[in-house]
């Protein structure tokens, strides 16, 4: 009975930890009724930091789950066992959200799935592992080979179909079918899960692994709303360099040219009117998804409105279009824009999109650097990597990340 009074305690005291640092934010990344400042960032960290007190002390339900351990009434279970075949099959959900948007960019790194595989005899197995999501993906497929009382761990992201995806305006059930067959004919494992696929307009910004039970950060794929080549984009870019022609030459210069060139970026998307629209960053998927519905860059110019993402994306398309490097910065509850100030330096400095149409360049340049000074800080003292992403593009299309239009 204490130990229940004890909890539920708890849990009222995180939630008014939670309300705390969420009016906090919308103060001031959302209505911004209050100036960034060190006062300001001062009383938003002292919250953050009574948050994270309030989740530790709060039961968290326990561990991660697998999800296929009993038999279920939706699902076929096994055909055979480790009684009869001498395989011990597990088969782990590793995604119950999957972002259409930016499925196609997803890996074995990032999987589905994934099977975790024992050998309980005395001979080698060769065994055939499947998986596709029915009616959107073609089938993944893998052969191993496992020895003797030994184990293996196999992850897998199926390929979808673009069509398929391009197709989805909402968010849509869907069904993970699996399959682990004997390289002899014999059907293993056979079962299937469901999923959701999010609409095309939504990006996910995490996503719960159901067997870890760890948050999976997803911001990196912002990069894919990113595109210098939209012709939107590059009428935009154009009025830019008219406003300083001498100054539009990437990285041939010094830093000054660099931020004059950023400067007359936040410029034109000032003069084509772009107003920052309040939205809260993430909104509900469920705790098994954070999401965010993002706008492209044309998107964002017709409809003269963009949130936090949207200018940050927009903002970047046009860096990046001008052969600058962008970087996209999200920290807990908001997002702005970074740039490398010199070709192949670790510097970089910091612009707040959301002041676009009601402040200064320089104004929205000592906001930024306010917020990424504290959280850079907050990440090094904490050692906690999700205090402040710093996503520089360049890096991002090295590693695959490339704009979806």
């Given at each position: ?32 009724s209050r100036a960034i400042d060190a006062a300001a960032l001062g009383e938003l960290r002292a919250a953050e930091e009574k948050l994270d007190e309030a989740q530790r002390a709060t039961p968290s ?132 899960y469901p999923i959701w696929l999010a609409a095309r307009t939504t990006a996910y910004l995490s996503v719960r692994d159901p067997y870890t039970g760890e948050d999976v950060d997803m911001t990196r ?66 705790p098994e998804a954070r999401a965010q519905r993002v706008r492209l860059p044309r998107e964002s110019i017709a409809n003269t409105s963009a949130n936090c993402i949207d200018g940050t994306v927009l ?91």
């Amino acid at each position: 009975m204490a130990d229940g009074v004890e909890d539920e305690r708890a849990g009222a005291e995180r939630r008014v930890a939670e309300r705390r640092v969420a009016e906090l934010r919308e103060q001031l990344f959302v209505h911004r009724s209050r100036a960034i400042d060190a006062a300001a960032l001062g009383e938003l960290r002292a919250a953050e930091e009574k948050l994270d007190e309030a989740q530790r002390a709060t039961p968290s339900g326990g561990g991660g789950l697998i999800l296929d351990t009993a038999a279920r009434k939706d699902r076929p279970v096994e055909m055979m066992g480790p009684s009869t075949t001498g395989l011990d099959v597990e088969v782990r959900l590793r995604m119950t959200h999957v972002p259409s948007a930016t499925a196609h960019l997803l890996d074995a790194s990032t999987p589905l799935v994934s099977f975790r595989l024992k050998n309980l005899v005395d001979t080698a197995r060769r065994l055939r592992l499947v998986s596709y999501v029915e009616g959107y993906s073609a089938e993944a497929v893998d052969c191993v080979e496992i020895e003797p009382t030994q184990e293996a761990t196999v992850g897998q992201m199926p390929t979808f179909f673009p069509k398929a995806l391009r197709e989805i305006q909402e968010a849509t059930r869907a069904s993970l079918r699996v399959r682990v067959d004997d390289l002899d004919g014999k059907v293993e494992v056979e079962r299937a899960y469901p999923i959701w696929l999010a609409a095309r307009t939504t990006a996910y910004l995490s996503v719960r692994d159901p067997y870890t039970g760890e948050d999976v950060d997803m911001t990196r794929y912002l990069a894919a709303w990113v595109t210098p080549n939209a012709d939107e984009v590059m009428k935009l870019l154009r009025k830019a360099a008219e406003r300083a022609p001498s100054s539009f030459i990437g990285y041939q210069q010094d830093g000054a040219k660099v931020e004059e060139q950023v400067r007359a970026c936040f410029e034109v998307c000032k003069q084509a009117g772009v107003t920052y629209v309040n939205s809260v960053l993430a909104f509900g998927a469920g705790p098994e998804a954070r999401a965010q519905r993002v706008r492209l860059p044309r998107e964002s110019i017709a409809n003269t409105s963009a949130n936090c993402i949207d200018g940050t994306v927009l903002l970047a398309s046009l860096l990046e279009a001008a052969s600058l490097t962008p970087a996209i910065v999200v920290v807990p509850g908001h997002a702005f824009l970074g740039w490398r100030k010199r070709r192949g330096a670790d510097e970089w400095d910091y612009v707040e999109t959301t002041m676009i149409k009601d402040h200064s360049f320089e104004e929205a340049v000592a906001a930024a650097r306010a917020v990424a000074n504290e959280y850079e800080e907050r990440r090094a003292l904490t050692k906690r990597g999700s205090s402040f992403r710093r996503h520089a593009l360049d890096e991002l299309r090295q590693g695959g990340v490339i704009p979806m239009e």
